[in-house]
């Protein structure tokens, strides 16, 4: 038997090596991958993550409106409103070749009331994805907007400051600019307050848009809501007298306020001229000044019941006291002070009544130029009123050492001191309100604020008794208003030049009380640089008073205490026949 032999298998050469390497291979590929993950994963994940959010993590601003600025009964002053911003993507212009629809774009622009070459300017670079074209259009701008179908056009929800009373209360309440930032007025002195804080919502989204998590979201914070003293009927009274009279006498400017006596609430403050802060074509700055807080003016004669109440509170004089003019004038260090004609002897009412500058002289140099000038600062003279507004000036009240005669004869008449439209307000309504001191605000109290008696209640009452008869018989007969006691003082006072000395224009003012048998009210009107001849305080600033007194006696129902006088005047600027 023949045997076969076993052939002895061989492998082919390199087959072992072949596989180690192959081993070898596949195990340095595993091991990078390895190290690559546990380098993304543990050592560096942040870039990675931050791509991946990029991608997927989406947030949401939750926009809050401005809060509201309203008067004392809850009337909208200031208000925001959504409208439409467009804007545009101009990566997602170019990635459409947009620009080619050359029609489109010259109708967008003429939309915007602008040229298209500017307009097309704006979105020529694709590196950029978000340009402004138009800020806050109207809502038929909007909606053309939307029926041209621009690609890379879009619009947003913005806010829009709107002040439904336009230039009424303009100086008051400010503005802001169009991203909504107070500027102006209350609008820049709260803006913190009236702005809040927006709320935000982050979440994820899948390739497919869809929301696959709620990461987190945080609640906004409402803005709160400004509720001033003011009354929008009675501020939108002031105003119209106002305007009408500054314009009938071709003044510079005026201003008025209404004060609440047992409160001192500011009832209106108004400034002609004003501005619309709704129509910012036209802004001019000297129109957007508060001159009823920033203009200061020297006082002239209505400071005078300030000479007499001082007069009093000293115990130099008494109400019944008489003080002999002869001969109408004086001489003090070589300097004259007359009244326009001799009045003789005068009793402390009909000094108020003629508005003598003798009178009160004789009674300031008897009294001393120290006492009174602590009644002109017991009066807010020289201070800030409380109110708390940008722009308050202070006046200038002097404190020095020597005075001369003559310095204080101008002091007792209203020179030599200066004092601002809301300042003089104050001091009248702390002569209404018994001698109580109190800050003057701009916001709605619901008790009135606490007080100092800085004077005796009987020299208060006996004062504004003279005035009375200021208003019945003397020179401000025109401040008079029907069915009520009116009691107030005028005064007409030179301007200084830049240069010094006074040059030919004129202050007229007028500050009252109303009604006397139980004070509501302190009214002040000022009249600068009046056009016409009569630029008096009886003839440009009284009617204003009396006009603005009526309407508001009737606005806040205050009976008549003087029903015997029932005369109606007739119709015309002022209420003259």
């Known amino acids: 038997m023949v045997m076969a032999k076993r052939k ?114 704006k979105v020529d670079d694709p590196s950029k994805r978000f340009v402004y074209l138009q800020r806050k259009v109207t809502p038929s701008e909007a909606d053309y907007v939307k029926q041209l179908k621009i690609p890379g056009v879009y619009l947003k929800t913005e ?27 209350l609008e820049l002195l709260y803006d913190e307050h009236l702005t809040g804080q927006p709320g935000k919502r982050v979440y994820r989204k899948d390739a497919q848009g869809r929301v696959v998590e709620e990461i987190s979201q945080t609640e906004a914070q409402q803005p709160k809501q400004l509720t001033l003293s003011i009354d929008q009927r009675i501020q939108a009274t002031a105003y119209t007298e106002l ?119 004789k009674m300031a140099l008897d009294l001393g130029v120290d ?17 708390a507004l940008l722009g308050e000036g202070m006046g200038l009240l002097s404190d020095r050492r020597r005075w001369s005669e003559f310095e204080i004869a101008t002091l007792s008449y209203g020179y030599g001191l200066s004092v601002t439209t809301l300042q003089l307000a104050k001091a009248y309504s702390i002569i209404a309100s018994g001698g109580v001191k109190r800050p003057l605000t701009i916001f709605r109290q619901e008790s009135p604020l606490p007080g100092e008696q800085v004077f005796n209640p009987d020299n208060t009452l006996a004062v504004m008794h003279m005035m009375e008869e200021v208003v019945r018989d003397g020179t401000a007969k025109q401040a008079q208003v029907p069915g009520y006691r009116i009691a107030g003082k005028t005064g007409t006072t030179r301007k200084t030049k830049a240069t010094g000395g006074y040059g030919d224009e004129y202050v007229a003012l007028f500050a009252g009380i109303a ?16 056009g016409t001849d009569d630029y008096y305080g009886g003839t440009a600033a009284a009617p204003v008073f009396s006009n603005i007194v009526a309407q508001t006696m009737r606005l806040l129902n205050v009976p008549p205490d003087n029903p015997d006088d029932t005369e109606i005047r007739a119709a015309g600027f002022g209420g003259q026949q």
């Not at 959504?82 to 804007?87: D, G, K, M, Q, S």
């Not at 209505?302 to 004086?330: F, Q």
């Not at 006492?371 to 109110?387: I, M, R």
């Open 8 to 121: 002895k298998r061989t492998e082919p050469a390199g087959t072992r090596w072949r596989f180690y390497i192959a081993v070898t291979v596949l195990f340095g590929v595993f091991s990078v991958l390895v190290a690559r993950a546990a380098y993304i994963q543990v050592v560096s994940p942040e870039r990675f993550s931050l791509q991946g959010d990029m991608r997927s993590l989406r947030s949401d601003s939750l926009p809050v409106q401005r809060g509201s600025i309203v008067d004392r009964h809850g009337r909208e002053l200031a208000v925001s409103v959504p409208v439409e911003t467009v804007w545009a993507d101009p990566k997602r212009i170019d990635e459409h070749n947009a620009l080619a629809d050359n029609r489109r774009w010259q109708a967008l622009a003429e939309t915007f009331r602008m040229n298209r070459e500017a307009l097309v300017d």
């Open 159 to 185: 806010s829009r400051r709107y002040y439904p009373t336009g230039e009424i209360a303009a100086h008051l309440v400010g503005l802001t600019n169009i991203d909504g930032e107070g500027q102006e007025g």
């Open 243 to 361: 305007k009408k009279a500054v314009r009938y006498n071709q003044a510079t400017s005026g201003s008025a306020i209404v004060l609440d006596v047992d409160t001192g609430e500011i009832l209106a403050m108004v400034n002609s001229p004003s501005f619309n802060p709704n129509n910012r074509a036209d802004l001019q700055s000297f129109r957007m000044r508060n001159r009823a807080i920033t203009d200061s003016y020297e006082p002239g004669s209505t400071v005078k019941p300030l000479v007499v109440l001082s007069a009093l509170e000293n115990g130099r004089h008494k109400a019944g006291d008489i003080i002999d003019t002869s001969p109408g004038w004086m001489r003090l260090g070589g300097r004259r002070v007359s009244d326009p004609r001799n009045r003789g002897e005068l009793t402390l009412t009909e000094v108020l009544k003629h508005s003598s500058n003798v009178g009160v002289t």
């Open 371 to 387: 006492p009174l000038l602590q009644t002109y600062a017991d009066a807010g003279f020289g201070s800030d009123t409380g109110v």
């Open 515 to 530: 009604p006397v048998s139980n004070p509501e009210v302190v009214v002040v009107v000022t009249i600068n640089e009046p």
